[in-house]
């Protein structure tokens, strides 16, 4: 039920309504109030769908301090955002492995932030650790890549 005044906003929060009823999206938990187990990372997906997100990247636009605490599942190496190419029209990819569960499937949260017109775009997908790791790899190579080269031009 969507709240029409902030009294049934603070009421719907107290029974555990799903902030994102306040768009019109899904009944839920409380997206902030969530606390992921560590079990799968699968969880936080469902999370994100329960709360009328499209996916846990979507969610966390939203809601950034939900996943504090989820970086400590992932190794200290792997950790952060990691710009990866930059297009010849100024798009920047990045990707972040956001948590990593018991199973060792790893969510990474894909996105291209394109400065031109001011908007991004991006998905969160789960996949084995060691594939997330590598997708990290990857863009770091090109990272280098791309600065050795324009390096190059100078």
Partial sequence: MKPTNFAETLA???TGGCIAADLGQQEGPYPDEWKWDGQSVEAIQAHAEQCGYSD???LLDSWPDMSTGW???????????VLGRIDESGDEHYVEILAIDQQGQALVNKLTCYPNLDAQSGTAEAMPMADAAALIEQYREERQQAENSAALRI
């Avoid at 970086?71 to 955002?81: I, K, L, N």
């Fill in 12 to 14: 719907q929060r107290s």
């Fill in 71 to 81: 970086a400590a599942s992932v190794p200290e190496q792997h950790r952060g955002s």
């Fill in 56 to 58: 846990a990247g979507d």
